[in-house]
């Protein structure tokens, strides 16, 4: 399910390449959705391109090209799968209100394994201005996503994910668990009783199930940065 601004966009867009045979330029996308800068369209056409909506073409100025239309994307839906939660994507900020321009710098403390799990995360390696609008209360920090196995949840090889410090989470949550006090995963946390189950979003790859002292939480997922090269 879109938000309502993402819906509103993906409309637009589409409704102009009809008219027109060419996709709007960000100011004009800005302008039609009422934002009061171009940071929030380049965040709503990453959240659809991420989930499907859109995409890119390559060495072309303006080149977007809709790939699905919401009642589409309904139809053709697998089932049982939920896919990557906007929620997740744009770090729970409010729907609909436009962030200020101030960031945080958060530090990058390597990598960690969307795969086979890797060595615990141990000291920063850089660090990245964030928009505040993508955070919130808490401490925050960076990791670079090495392997596929969230790739289903939208996670990609070399995305750096934003990780609120903490050691509770529901359910359901993507969070970075250490594994028996040395190797750090981002899976899917899903409690079981007295079990908990690690569960990749990537069907070449099993869930597994620990006791609920073998598995600390250190942080949850609420945002993601993607780069292009």
């Known amino acids: 399910m ?14 102009r390449i009809q008219e027109t045979g060419v996709s709007p330029s960000f100011d004009e996308m800005k302008e039609a959705l009422d934002l009061a800068s171009k940071s929030g369209i380049h965040r709503l056409i990453t959240a659809l391109e991420e989930r499907g909506f859109i995409r890119r073409l390559a060495h072309r100025a303006r080149a977007l090209e809709v790939t699905k239309l919401p009642e589409q994307a309904a139809a053709g839906a697998p089932r049982g799968h939920a896919g990557f ?7 729970g900020r409010p729907r609909n209100v436009e962030p ?14 969307a795969g086979t799990p890797i ?5 920063e390696t850089a660090r990245y201005p964030v928009p505040e609008a993508m955070l919130g209360a808490g401490e925050h920090y960076l990791l670079e996503i090495e392997g596929d196995s969230m790739i289903e949840a939208g996670i990609l090889n070399g995305d750096m994910v934003i990780i609120k410090s903490t050691e509770n989470a529901a359910s359901g949550e993507i969070v970075v668990a250490l594994v028996e006090g040395e190797q750090a995963t981002l899976k899917r946390l899903r409690k079981k009783g007295a079990s ?11 869930t597994k199930i620990y006791g609920s002292d073998q598995v600390a939480v250190q942080g949850k997922l609420v945002g993601l940065i993607r780069r292009y090269h």
């Not at 938000?3 to 966009?9: F, S």
Request: charged content about 30%; hydrophobic content about 40%; glycine content about 4%.
């Open 119 to 123: 060595d615990a995360i141990e000291h």
């Open 85 to 91: 939660k906007p929620s997740i994507v744009e770090g």
């Open 2 to 15: 879109l938000t309502r601004k993402q819906h509103e966009l993906l409309m637009f867009i589409h409704e």
């Open 196 to 206: 908990i189950a690690l569960e990749p979003a990537n069907r070449n790859y099993e």
């Open 100 to 113: 200020a321009n101030d960031t945080r710098e958060l530090s990058l403390m390597g990598k960690i394994a």
